[in-house]
């Protein structure tokens, strides 16, 4: 008998931007099965905690 809750679908979604420029932005996204190897790694990527052009801060906005 297959677990239907292992097969999920789910969406997670980030956007990392400098406060102080425009020139930096990091999306974030992950669409897929919850729990694979793909979730995973989309949990270990990490935004600078400042640009890496101006040195401002990095305001992140969740939106899935």
Do not use: W
């Amino acid at each position: 008998m297959t677990n239907p809750e292992k097969f999920e679908k789910t969406t997670h979604r980030e956007v990392h931007r400098c406060s102080e420029c425009d020139e930096f932005e990091l999306e974030k996204k992950f669409s897929g099965v919850a729990g694979t190897p793909g979730e995973e790694e989309y949990d270990r990527i990490e935004a600078p905690d400042q640009c890496p052009v101006c040195g401002g801060e990095i305001e992140c906005e969740v939106i899935a």
